[in-house]
T-cell receptor, first 115, second 112 residues
Framework: DGGITQSPKYLFRKEGQNVTLSCEQNLNHDAMYWYRQDPGQGLRLIYY???????QKGDIAEGYSVSREKKESFPLTVTSAQKNPTAFYLCASSPQIGTMNTEAFFGQGTRLTVV | GENVEQHPSTLSVQEGDSAVIKCTYS??????FPWYKQELGKRPQLIIDIRSNVGEKKDQRIAVTLNKTAKHFSLHITETQPEDSAVYFC???????????FGSGTRLQVQP
């Protein structure tokens, strides 16, 4: 079953903790992306990676970190520096290196809540 | 970078009527414009996309038009059905980042 998988579906974080959201794809896509979605708002780009071992900051990278050690994996760490982390996090991938000029596939999302 | 504006934020129509959602973008080099549908708590799913070499594309009840001169594009849904109720997002390719920039979304409600 091919696709892009995010885990966990729900995640609760205590104040001051770092948490890592998983994103795995078996579509052999070169590019991967992390977006944040707040209620009633659009998707904002956190980080993106066009190729293994390389990634770039998006619009709201502060308080987040990523790695791209393998083509199929692009985990996102929400650090304690992120002051308002409660949101719905979406990972996406796209096949064409260098552009996103083809369909982007989304994972099912992780809903992170600070308790 | 790219900036995408989307209107309206909410839209309510009667079943069978048409719905139109409009977006503008800022990056004149952008050449790819997808539309996504998101149901509550689920992932966005692509419903239609258009590239800059065409002005219109249709897929059954859904159509998208693109005006590159004015830098705007629109989604048209005809003969709306209750199952069309969802949040719709437009997006445009940020050619500098090579990533999609999304509009703020339109909540469409189709009244039976």
């Amino acid at each position: 079953d091919g696709g892009i998988t995010q885990s966990p579906k729900y995640l609760f974080r205590k104040e001051g903790q770092n948490v890592t959201l998983s994103c795995e794809q078996n579509l052999n896509h070169d590019a991967m992306y992390w977006y944040r979605q707040d209620p009633g708002q659009g998707l904002r780009l956190i980080y993106y990676s066009q190729i293994v071992n390389d990634f770039q900051k998006g619009d709201i990278a502060e308080g987040y970190s990523v790695s791209r050690e393998k083509k199929e994996s692009f985990p996102l760490t929400v650090t304690s520096a992120q002051k308002n982390p409660t949101a719905f996090y979406l990972c996406a991938s796209s096949p064409q290196i260098g552009t996103m000029n083809t369909e982007a596939f989304f994972g099912q999302g992780t809903r992170l809540t600070v308790v | 970078g790219e900036n995408v504006e989307q209107h309206p934020s909410t839209l309510s129509v009667q079943e069978g009527d048409s719905a139109v959602i409009k977006c503008t973008y800022s990056d004149s080099a952008s050449n790819y414009f997808p539309w996504y549908k998101q149901e509550l708590g689920k992932r966005p799913q692509l419903i239609i996309d258009i590239r800059s070499n065409v002005g219109e594309k249709k897929d059954q009840r859904i159509a998208v038009t693109l005006n590159k001169t004015a830098k705007h594009f629109s989604l048209h849904i005809t003969e709306t059905q209750p199952e069309d109720s969802a949040v719709y997002f437009c997006a445009a390719l940020d050619t500098g980042r090579r990533a999609l920039t999304f509009g703020s979304g339109t909540r469409l409600q189709v009244q039976p």
